[in-house]
């Protein structure tokens, strides 16, 4: 289970690495080269209805098995897309591995949902998305390496990128034979019984249907802005070390790596902190230390905004997998539907960088007033969720 959480850490901040090696390479802009995100996350809104109702018939297993064949297929699709030097080639292939990491994290969170008590499950998928971090941790470090560090001699620099990609496509299909042989179970509801939970009033909302639950709406349209928050942020970071911290394009790549870190780092401190303090609380502390976070680094002023940037993924950490928890408590054999639609919300990491990218046209350090917005949903989301409940209840 961890490992397909990692898989998909490398694959999601390595798009953020070729969003700027492309305006570099490929000559488009920063607002164009946001299509990288939209090409990814994009995946999501496409593929996370077909990917739950594929779990639902099929179970766990051929879900894994599928989410890994799209992973490799659009990893392979690289070689075409840089021997022709197309950017929208490149957005297929993107698209299509994207499609893969959509179908697997519409498996892989409902499974770490269930496989233990509900009460547990936020701790649970935490501690899966800290490896989520290690993998982002990866990805822009060998990127940086592979890809950034041959940027200005010509042909090499797509060749790194096919080459890496190659790599990348054979070891998830080794991935794919390994889970092959692996025994999953087929399908797992142990929370519909289970009517234990970590709120303060504990009576079961799961005779409502999915669409009648306000905690789970509200925790579809709260993941939509968290990711797009996301995608902007990590779409321009190496932009910001680039034109304000005036870093090489490789420097900022692995200070990008080290922000991941801090994010891997959060997720194993608030996987800890909620022990002692209820996850919606946490989620709206989080929310609103951002909301600080993104003031200072729109200030531009230099070390101190960019120590501000670099902290964002800190509290950032917990905000995906506490959100999608929270989201699917109390919905009982309505899991596996439910984590299709907020895989669904993905969709705002897609849509936000292009339009945070006409800002950083003209100002890079201005782009990031836009996150604000996002972390007030998040804020609210987290402070609301009690009565949310409550209402459901009615």
Not at 316 to 340: C, Y
């Amino acid at each position: 289970m961890v490992t397909l959480f990692f898989f998909w850490g490398v694959a999601l901040t390595l798009g953020d690495v070729l969003n700027r090696h492309f305006q570099a390479e490929l000559n488009v802009s920063k607002s164009r080269s946001g299509l990288v995100q939209l090409a990814m996350f994009g995946a999501y809104a496409v593929m996370g209805i077909p990917a739950g109702i594929f779990l639902k018939r099929f179970g766990y297993k051929k879900g894994i098995l599928l989410g890994l064949f799209l992973y490799a297929s659009g990893a392979f699709l690289f070689v075409p897309a840089a021997d022709a030097r197309s950017f929208n080639f490149f957005l297929l292939a993107l698209f299509i591995l994207a499609c893969g990491l959509a179908t697997l994290e519409t498996v892989a969170h409902p499974l770490a949902a269930v496989l233990g008590e509900e009460s547990t499950s936020d701790r649970r998928i935490n501690f899966c998305q800290a490896f989520n971090g290690l993998g982002g941790v990866i990805g822009p470090a060998i990127g940086s390496f592979f890809i950034l560090k041959t940027s200005g001699s010509d042909q090499s620099d797509l060749l790194a990128v096919k080459n890496l990609y190659l790599v990348i496509g054979f070891v998830i299909l080794l991935a794919g034979m390994v889970f092959f042989f692996v025994r999953v179970p087929s399908s797992l509801n142990s929370h519909t019984e289970d009517t234990r939970d970590s709120l303060p009033d504990k009576n079961n909302l799961r005779d409502k249907r999915l669409f009648s639950q306000n905690h789970f709406l509200f925790a579809v349209i709260a993941q939509f802005f968290n990711v797009a928050a996301q995608g902007g942020t990590w779409a321009y970071f190496i932009n910001y070390g680039h034109e304000v911290m005036q870093f090489t394009d490789e420097k900022a790549g692995y200070f990008f790596s080290l922000s991941i870190a801090m994010l891997m780092a959060g997720r194993f401190v608030g996987t800890a902190l909620m022990r002692f303090i209820t996850p919606f609380h946490l989620l709206a502390i989080f929310a609103l230390a951002n909301v600080v976070m993104c003031l200072i680094v729109a200030q531009g002023a230099g070390w101190v905004s960019f120590a501000a940037l670099l902290s964002i993924n800190f509290f950032f950490s917990i905000m995906f997998p506490t959100i999608f928890s929270l989201g699917l408590k109390n919905l009982g054999k309505d899991v596996q539907q439910a984590s299709s639609f907020l895989v669904m919300g993905v969709v705002g990491g897609g849509l936000f960088p292009p339009l945070m990218g006409l800002i950083a046209n003209h100002s890079v350090t201005k782009a990031y007033y836009l996150p604000i917005i996002c972390y007030l949903v998040v804020f609210a989301f987290g402070f609301f969720y009690p009565r949310l409940v409550e209402r459901a209840k009615v």
